[in-house]
């Protein structure tokens, strides 16, 4: 994951990003941190294609997100899973259900599904509550839930965008552990956080936004001012 | 076939959950398919009406009594040399009142009265046209022999008025079914587009999850040529109840014209009918999708 000078404007005139170079081997943990408004979001939908950059070049597996067709875009998010602070589940769906969506609408054969969902369920401690519906998890288990979702796919990154910002400090390290986990499996983390706690503990990789800059990529805590 | 399953099922739901949007778009569709069907039917009835009728147009040319056998072959060679004329019949005075009386007497009439007056009718020429549409030619020439021909009877006036009715009835038609047909179009985008609101996570998880766009896309297209389908079947099943009273009354109006209500016109208006529900109700659902799902 790789991007050159990427500066995104929106047509209302709001440089969102400015000139951000950032390179992501495969493998790494990264955090992403910064104020609200500094440009973690645009990032986000940069990578997944959500959005395009105004200048520069976005590369995610080595295909150049700006010069990609718009039919392609599918297949490109197949191979990323998404993870958000309001876990987006249906809430009409069971667990299973939940997790299989994820494979039934981009058309994968009956046969191959029921392996892939159990796996999810198994990688993230929720195969006890697969027939429950949302509303029946605590928090921590819907965004479990989610994070399977995301890993049904068996995607090479997953972009977790502010996954404790509705839990619990406890359960928040619980779903860290798990993203974790993920990690070591071979599959590129990257984790929008304002959780400094979190970020300062684990020293991993930190980069930094502030008005749409990065101001810090290194490996520490989450200020290094204080 | 996966994708077939997955589109049917999302579709079938998404009806269910917009129930009372839905029932109403297939109501007004219903109804827009009647008056469809209707005209169809009507405009049908009166073109083979008009197509009877005008196989029946010959020109009568009513003859002076008294004016001489040899004239009255000469003009009749005459008319018979002309391009659109098929034949030429004369008619005496005596054939003429032979046929009124019998007419009279086969309705049941007592023709002794007539018995003993002087025969008023008049004797005539009857010519047959090739092409009925043609009869002003052949009109003029006859009303021209003034010292002949007394008195040709007006045929194309009548005919004229019975073809630009009709033609007056179908541009009403046309322009009153444009109107519900642009109505109903708007019902099945109203309608697919709440659909679309109820389903915006839905729809967002599956872009994020990668589904391509058909995956995004069908079920609601589907929704719209269900509402179609069931608008179409319902209105055919309602014609076919009301088909034989309608049938009655035709041949109690028309008598003894014969309307063209047979197997034809049927399989004319179940295409139409399920074509125009079809179509309209997968084009609301397109125009829907492609104006409210980005």
């Known amino acids: 994951?790789?991007?050159?000078?990427?500066?995104?404007?929106?047509?209302?005139?709001?440089?969102?990003?400015?000139?951000?170079?950032?390179?992501?081997?495969?493998?790494?943990?990264?955090?992403?941190?910064?104020?609200?408004?500094?440009?973690?979001?645009?990032?986000?939908?940069?990578?997944v294609r959500d959005e395009k950059a105004s200048e520069g070049r976005v590369e995610v597996a080595g295909h150049d997100l700006g010069r990609m067709k718009k039919r392609d875009?599918?297949?490109?998010?197949?191979?990323?899973?998404?993870?958000?602070?309001?876990?987006?589940?249906?809430?009409?769906?069971?667990?299973?259900?939940?997790?299989?969506?994820?494979?039934?609408?981009?058309?994968?054969?009956?046969?191959?599904?029921?392996?892939?969902?159990?796996?999810?369920?198994?990688?993230?401690?929720?195969?006890?509550?697969?027939?429950?519906?949302?509303?029946?998890?605590?928090?921590?288990?819907?965004?479990?839930?989610?994070?399977?979702?995301?890993?049904?796919?068996?995607?090479?990154?997953?972009?977790?965008d502010e996954p404790t910002g509705n839990l619990d400090p406890l359960i928040s390290?619980?779903?860290?552990?798990?993203?974790?986990?993920?990690n070591e499996m071979g599959t590129t983390v990257m984790m929008a956080t304002h959780d400094a706690e979190v970020v300062t503990a684990l020293r991993r990789r930190v980069v930094a936004l502030e008005d749409g800059r990065v101001v810090r990529d290194e490996v520490g805590g989450y200020h290094r001012e204080y | 076939m996966h994708f077939l399953r997955f589109s049917v099922r999302q579709s079938l739901q998404g009806l269910w959950r917009n129930r009372v949007m839905n029932i109403a778009a297939t109501v007004t569709m219903i109804l827009m398919l009647l008056m469809l069907a209707a005209l169809v039917i009507l405009?049908?009835?009166?073109?083979?009406?008009?197509?009877?009728?005008?196989?029946?147009?010959?020109?009568?040319?009513?003859?002076?009594?008294?004016?001489?056998?040899?004239?009255?072959?000469?003009?009749?060679?005459?008319?018979e040399a002309l391009a659109e004329v098929a034949s030429v019949t004369y008619t005496s005075k005596e054939e003429a009142l032979a046929a009124?009386?019998?007419?009279?007497k086969a309705e049941g009439q007592d023709t002794s009265v007539y018995t003993g007056l002087n025969n008023p009718l008049p004797a005539y020429l009857t010519v047959e046209l090739r092409n009925p549409r043609e009869s002003g030619a052949v009109t003029e020439i006859l009303r021209a022999e003034t010292g002949l021909v007394r008195f040709v009877p007006d045929q194309q006036t009548g005919i004229d008025k019975l073809v630009s009715l009709t033609s007056q009835l179908r541009n009403l038609g046309v322009v009153v079914l444009g109107f519900a047909g642009l109505t109903v179009l708007?019902?099945?985008?109203?309608?697919?587009?709440?659909?679309?609101?109820?389903?915006?996570?839905?729809?967002?998880?599956?872009?994020?999850?990668?589904?391509?766009?058909?995956?995004?896309?069908?079920?609601?297209?589907?929704?719209?040529?269900?509402?179609?389908?069931?608008?179409?079947?319902?209105?055919?099943?309602?014609?076919?109840?009301?088909?034989?009273?309608?049938?009655?009354?035709?041949?109690?109006?028309?008598?003894?014209?014969?309307?063209?209500?047979?197997?034809?016109?049927?399989?004319?208006?179940?295409?139409?009918?399920?074509?125009?529900?079809?179509?309209?109700?997968?084009?609301?659902?397109?125009?829907?999708?492609?104006?409210?799902?980005?």
Do not use: C
């Open chain 2, 100 to 104: 009124f009386l019998a007419a009279r």
């Open chain 1, 1 to 47: 994951m790789r991007l050159e000078g990427v500066t995104k404007t929106y047509p209302n005139g709001k440089q969102a990003l400015i000139e951000v170079d950032l390179v992501i081997p495969e493998g790494d943990f990264i955090f992403l941190v910064g104020p609200s408004g500094a440009g973690k979001s645009t990032l986000i939908k940069l990578l």
């Open chain 2, 186 to 294: 708007l019902i099945v985008i109203n309608s697919i587009r709440m659909a679309l609101m109820a389903r915006a996570q839905e729809i967002e998880i599956m872009r994020l999850v990668g589904a391509s766009d058909r995956y995004v896309r069908w079920p609601f297209i589907l929704e719209g040529v269900f509402i179609g389908i069931t608008g179409a079947v319902i209105t055919l099943l309602l014609l076919l109840v009301a088909s034989p009273p309608i049938s009655d009354l035709a041949s109690d109006i028309a008598g003894s014209v014969p309307l063209g209500f047979d197997s034809s016109l049927t399989l004319q208006i179940m295409g139409i009918v399920l074509g125009a529900g079809l179509g309209l109700g997968g084009l609301g659902a397109w125009i829907s999708v492609r104006t409210y799902l980005r």
């Open chain 1, 173 to 182: 390290w619980e779903i860290i552990q798990l993203l974790l986990r993920i």
């Open chain 2, 43 to 79: 405009i049908s009835g009166v073109e083979s009406g008009l197509e009877y009728v005008e196989s029946k147009v010959e020109v009568t040319a009513e003859l002076h009594d008294g004016v001489l056998e040899e004239r009255i072959a000469e003009l009749q060679t005459r008319v």
């Open chain 1, 73 to 160: 875009v599918p297949r490109l998010r197949r191979r990323i899973g998404i993870v958000f602070q309001d876990f987006r589940l249906l809430p009409r769906k069971t667990v299973y259900e939940n997790v299989a969506f994820a494979l039934e609408v981009t058309g994968t054969p009956r046969k191959l599904m029921d392996p892939a969902v159990v796996r999810a369920l198994a990688l993230v401690g929720l195969t006890e509550q697969a027939r429950q519906r949302p509303n029946e998890l605590s928090g921590g288990e819907q965004q479990r839930t989610a994070i399977a979702r995301a890993m049904v796919h068996d995607p090479r990154l997953i972009i977790a």
